[in-house]
């Protein structure tokens, strides 16, 4: 990335309707390439400006974590769209972009007539991307959802290993809400393409649900000759069978215990190998095994399963006699790749991931210095890094409604009529 390029999306314009994170992270990847953005927020502030609230050097609450990570560089107004003026200036502001993001819950983006088909009248251009809890069509199209939903309701929380010792866990990761606002900029980014040649908007739309099975894309197909298992396995989950009998056979089917690609418990910690390949040889007898795949066994099909097992079980009983150092510097040398299980604090503060440039540090001018995950490409040729700001509530309000052409007076009206809100740090 170099400092002194223009941004990739110089020049665009948008208006974010999102709400927690699908929408403002997708958002937020425009903004990282100077694109305009501009969030409409409720007029009592943004949810997540108040959930998880970080606290400044001074002692002064300010604006939730989950707000500051996906609002650099963007800009916000405050508006109460249950008014008719509110939604004038809403409908105005969406006229003046080249693209709105949003996330609203099915059937609330048309009352307000801030949809694709009630603005694309004024705004031929408008690209339009919108996330929903199960896509466009169906009887699940106005269902409400959320990553947690979503997860669940693809199947992704249990495959993604959510229950320790058969209860369900604590599962951190918004999977689907991450790879929906990913899949949306892509979207949006081949949409604008487009309309370079065309001069036409369009909607563009994907969901939550859509974002689950993105992510299982390895498992999730169903050949009708070859995995009759597992359409038994759906008949006997209707008819009763409990959840972990079924997660139990799943996971012998679609997860062997290969040897090669697992973790290992070390003298003090756990790690992850990837010996794939023609590396399987050397890692087992590195550890004092055999690779099944090298012996005659291996022709029986049926047994694989069990001298898989058998392979790694052994590699596990010498792997535990070293150290996790130890460990790592052997596979290392021998070019295998692998990585200790550590927690994600341990990565913030890791010099090797500060150099590898997925992590760079700022200034907050109310929190102070803060690490973040970088932004996740990089361009030879563009500048892609938000701006450090993040909005304080109402910040740009009259700077907002003046470009549209709002006089002072007019501005100053909507403020006391509580159509609209401004910051009160002046």
């Known amino acids: ?29 425009f903004a990282h390439g100077n694109a305009d953005v501009i969030k409409l927020e409720p007029l009592t502030g943004d949810l997540t400006r108040v959930i998880d609230p970080l606290i400044s050097p001074e002692g002064e609450l300010t604006e939730g974590r989950q707000y500051v990570v996906k609002a650099f560089g963007k800009r916000a107004i405050p508006i109460d769209l249950s008014t008719e003026a509110g939604r004038s200036v809403a409908h105005e502001l969406a006229a003046s972009c080249d693209v709105v993001i949003s996330n609203l819950r099915p059937g609330t983006a048309p009352r307000l007539g801030l ?27 106005t269902k409400p959802s959320l990553d947690l939903i979503a997860q669940s309701w693809t199947g992704l929380r249990l495959a993604s290993g959510a229950t320790l010792d058969g209860t369900l866990a604590h599962y951190e990761p918004y999977f689907c809400d ?36 993105f992510v299982q894309h390895r498992s999730a197909s169903l050949f009708e000759e070859t995995d009759t298992w597992k359409r038994d396995l759906v008949q006997r989950r209707q ?12 996971g012998q089917r679609t ?26 040889q050397r890692f087992s007898e590195m550890f004092d095994s055999t690779d099944p795949r090298t012996t005659d066994a291996w022709a029986d099909r049926d047994q694989r399963p069990e001298l898989l097992a058998e392979t790694r079980s052994a590699i596990a ?10 460990v790592m510097a052997m596979l290392d040398n021998a070019g295998i790749p692998c990585a200790p299980l550590r927690l994600l604090e341990e990565l913030l503060v890791d010099l090797d991931a500060h150099a590898a440039r997925l992590l760079y540090e700022g200034e907050h001018p109310r929190l102070g210095r803060y690490t973040m995950p970088a932004p996740p490409v990089s361009f030879s ?46």
């Open 239 to 250: 008819a009763g069978e409990p959840l972990s009998d079924s997660l139990a056979d799943r």
């Open 255 to 280: 997860a062997p215990s290969v040897f090669y690609f697992n973790s290992y418990e070390t003298s003090d910690g756990l790690v992850s190998v990837g010996a794939t390949g023609a590396m399987g």
């Open 178 to 213: 991450y790879t929906a606002g990913l899949l949306l900029a892509f979207g949006i980014t081949a949409a604008l393409r487009q309309r370079d040649t065309t001069g036409l908007g369009q909607r563009v739309s994907t969901s939550l649900a859509h974002a689950g099975l």
């Open 115 to 141: 949809d694709f088909e009630s603005l694309r009248p004024n705004n031929p251009g408008l690209i339009y991307g919108e996330i929903s809890g199960y896509g466009d069509e169906g009887p699940l199209a």
């Open 317 to 326: 009983r010498t792997m535990v006699k070293y150290t996790t150092v130890e």
């Open 381 to 426: 040729g563009a500048t892609y890094r938000a701006r450090p700001e993040v909005a304080v509530h109402g910040e740009h309000t009259d700077e907002l409604l003046a470009e549209l052409g709002y006089d002072q007076a007019t501005i100053d009206r909507l403020v006391a009529d509580g159509v609209i809100a401004r910051s009160n740090l002046d």
């Open 1 to 29: 990335m170099t400092t002194d390029a223009p941004g990739l999306f110089d020049g665009i314009r948008i208006l974010e309707i999102g709400q927690f994170v699908a929408a403002p992270i997708s958002a937020q990847l």
